[in-house]
């Protein structure tokens, strides 16, 4: 093996650039990616960032109207975030937090536990959210043992929802072509319905109504399978796959109801949701619940350095505190100390630059240039809030009629990944569960950058319905 001869900052010549994307191509093994893709085509290489645009290695801008992967808060190229890594990097790279401690992931933890709802004040470090998502389950599957009633184990989760790719949050995630090459799978883990009142199966013409009954479900399901062997409820604030389905008024408190009176714990999967993703710090807050646990990740650092948490509720920490009692778990890198710098450093940014209230001010004027593309036959509906959007996209508008699999193929992965791409927009098209278009732009964004984005996906999806 040779080392690579491409340097990070180089300008790419476009022999250079055919190299890289062969190297790519033969030694990358890219995530969630059909790797056949790219066996008669160049993969697309992102080398730079800056504010809320991307470039490649041909120099081509592209607006982020993904925030990367719901991440990219702050926006790319902050340098305070870059200093702040290498100024901890320089004191002190790595030390781990097993019986020990260090200052920045001390102070990362007060940060957090001031700044999460009710008695949320005990952070246990992850480098993920799928990290995350697991020690909450192994945390409550302890929880209740040491609080007399082992048999307590299994989860309710929603369909279509995504929580993780470890063996035990890939349970508890409920798209069923994320699964079935790794069953068996850990066992214990059952769905309810998901809040997408455009597809309501009940209540189709009452949003609250429909709430109400999608909540309810999850009581069905806790006295189907034993009230004595259920220990979490793991909801997205808002859920992300299937195309950013919001709750319904009343939808949580109805669910705080329903998990107060059967002992079972409500997790809050805030991985995407929370960092000012819909304006609060914490989704929860927006919604007026206050959970158990909430699992955060992405925004954290705005994906300038890897790290996730599960921020605990003091009544779950209290059987730990006591004689011999631990909790067996825990990563190399959970709190790492650069990752913790990076955090804190984003969190003053956010603050500096009044996010949180960016987004709660903007997020009508992004929902309204986005509806603008009802007006497409294509577009069936526009969903999500803050600064996280879905537009699922239908083949006919007045009955709500999907596309088959075949369709959504050609559609989907045969032109608008592409298409939207090279129009200068990087999004996601998604078809775990019917076929939508996925938006949550760097919170800095605002009216320019939601006209660029409607403008684009005008003049694509216009294009595109000659593709059905």
């Not at 990616?33 to 066996?39: A, D, I, N």
């Not at 997408?196 to 199966?201: K, L």
């Not at 914490?282 to 990740?297: N, R, S």
């Not at 006919?396 to 939207?420: H, I, P, Q, V, Y």
Request: hydrophobic letters at 40%; proline letters at 6%; charged letters at 25%.
């Amino acid at each position: 093996m040779t080392a690579s001869s491409f340097e990070p900052d180089t300008r790419y010549d476009s022999e250079q650039a055919e190299r890289l994307s062969a190297a790519a191509r033969d030694h990358l093994w890219m995530h969630f990616t059909r790797l056949s893709s790219y066996q008669d085509s160049p993969v697309p290489i992102i080398e730079r960032g800056e504010g809320a645009y991307i470039y490649d290695i041909q120099g081509r801008r592209y607006l982020d109207g993904l925030s990367g992967l719901f991440t990219v808060q702050v926006g790319h190229g902050r340098r305070e975030l870059a200093e702040a890594a290498s100024r901890q990097a320089s004191q002190l790279a790595y030390f781990p937090i097993w019986s020990y401690a260090h200052p920045k992931a001390i102070q990362l933890a007060e940060r957090l536990a001031a700044g999460a709802p009710g008695d949320l004040n005990r952070v246990f470090f992850t480098t993920g959210g799928g990290e995350a998502v697991e020690t909450a389950w192994k945390l409550a599957k302890q929880y209740f043992k040491l609080t007399g009633k082992p048999e307590k184990h299994k989860v309710i989760s929603r369909y279509v929802a995504y929580h993780g790719t470890p063996q035990g949050a890939l349970s508890i995630t409920g798209i069923p072509s994320a699964k079935t090459m790794f069953e068996p799978l850990v066992p214990g883990a059952h769905k309810v319905p998901n809040t997408n009142f455009y597809r309501a199966p009940v209540y189709g013409d009452d949003l609250k109504m429909f709430g109400r009954w999608a909540a309810d479900q999850i009581e069905a399901a806790i006295v189907m399978e034993g009230p004595e062997s259920v220990a979490a409820v793991f909801l997205e604030p808002v859920q992300n796959s299937g195309g950013c389905f919001p709750p319904p008024p009343g939808y949580f408190q109805r669910v705080r109801e329903i998990c107060d009176a059967y002992d079972v714990l409500l997790v809050s999967d805030e991985t995407i949701c929370a960092f000012g993703r819909l304006g609060p710090m914490f989704a929860c807050e927006k919604f007026d619940y206050v959970p158990d646990m909430i699992i955060c990740a992405k925004g954290m650092t705005s994906g300038y350095s890897p790290i996730g948490a599960c921020i605990v509720s003091e009544r779950l920490v209290e059987p730990f505190l006591q004689g011999t009692t631990y909790f067996p778990h825990g990563y190399t890198f959970g709190g790492h100390p650069v990752s913790s710098a990076v955090a804190l450093a984003n969190l003053d940014i956010f603050e500096a630059e009044g996010l949180n209230q960016r987004v709660l001010d903007n997020e009508n004027a992004f929902r309204t240039t986005l509806e603008k593309l009802l007006d497409l036959p294509i577009v069936g509906d526009v969903r999500g809030d803050g600064y996280f959007y879905g537009i699922e996209l239908v083949k006919d508008k007045a009955t709500k009629e999907t596309f088959n699999d075949d369709e959504a193929e050609r559609l989907l992965r045969g032109f608008l990944s592409k298409a939207l791409f090279e129009a200068g927009l990087y999004c996601r098209a998604d078809d775990r569960g019917d076929p939508v278009i996925q938006l949550a732009p760097p919170l800095i964004c605002g009216q320019p950058e939601f006209d660029e984005m409607e403008q684009i996906l005008r003049a694509v999806l216009t294009e595109g319905m000659k593709h059905i």
